[in-house]
Nanobody
Framework: QVQLVESGGGLVQAGGSLRLSCAAS????????MAWYRQAPGKQRELVAI???????SYADSMKGRFAISRDNAKNTVYLQMNSLEPEDTAVYYC????????????WGQGTQVTVSS
């Protein structure tokens, strides 16, 4: 079983920055991809950004240029640098890790709250 532990959320003013971290529990397996999702009140969970084991990245359109995802494979950790935050970015941010064979499973973190005040 893989556990994901997130940190770095909090309250920030509009225009500010935050850095989220997500560490996967010690495992001999490395995730094929790691991603960040977010869910605002009354809305569906949406993909923020994803990064593969090789380092390829993809972002939701509204995050391009403001957010940056990165990972440290040696530490099984993924980061999300969020800049120029807007009140609309307020949400619970979830870490997701996708494992191929032999686990063939996806795991979620518990979520971390990000609140951006205007």
């Amino acid at each position: 079983q893989v556990q994901l532990v997130e940190s770095g959320g909090g309250l920030v003013q509009a225009g500010g920055s935050l850095r989220l971290s997500c560490a996967a529990s010690a495992s001999i397996f490395r995730p094929n991809a790691m991603a960040w999702y977010r869910q605002a009140p009354g809305k569906q969970r949406e993909l923020v950004a994803i990064i593969t084991k090789s380092g390829s990245t993809s972002y939701a359109d509204s995050m391009k240029g403001r957010f940056a995802i990165s990972r440290d494979n040696a530490k099984n950790t993924v980061y999300l640098q969020m800049n120029s935050l807007e009140p609309e970015d307020t949400a619970v941010y979830y870490c997701n890790a996708i494992y191929g064979s032999p686990l063939n499973s996806a795991y979620w973190g518990q979520g971390t709250q990000v609140t951006v005040s205007s």
